[in-house]
């Protein structure tokens, strides 16, 4: 069920999309079909279907955030190629304005 011309040319506007007639033609079949299938979809019998976000159930996976003992600075830095300053020193890849 294609959609008519004066709908594509409106959708085409509120997307600032500039299309082709050959374009127009085709966006005229596919959104019809997107409609199709949005009236399927509406059709269906979802009582007593709860709504969900998700279509699994979904749990934080994350581990708890503990303090935990971790490297000194000076062993940070013991590997770097330069370090500046208790800091890793990287080149400039910036440009300073004038």
Same mark, same amino acid.
Do not use: C, W, Y
């Given at each position: 069920?294609? #959609?008519?011309?004066? &709908?594509? !040319?409106? =959708?085409?506007?509120l997307a600032r999309l500039d299309l082709?007639?050959?374009?127009? *033609? ?14 399927? #979809?509406?059709?269906? &019998?979802? !009582?007593? =279907? ?12 994350? *581990? ?18 330069? &370090? ?15």
């Amino acid at each position: 069920m294609p #959609i008519d011309r004066a &709908a594509v !040319d409106h =959708v085409a506007r509120l997307a600032r999309l500039d299309l082709s007639e050959q374009e127009r *033609r085709r966006m005229s079949d596919e959104l019809g079909k997107i409609l199709e299938h949005a009236e399927r #979809i509406q059709a269906l &019998a979802l !009582d007593g =279907v709860e709504p969900t976000s998700h279509a699994v159930a979904i749990r934080n996976v994350m *581990r708890p955030d503990e303090a935990r003992p971790s490297l000194t600075q000076e062993e940070a830095l013991s590997n770097a190629p330069v &370090a500046e300053g208790g800091r890793f020193s990287v080149p400039r890849i910036l440009e300073e304005e004038e």
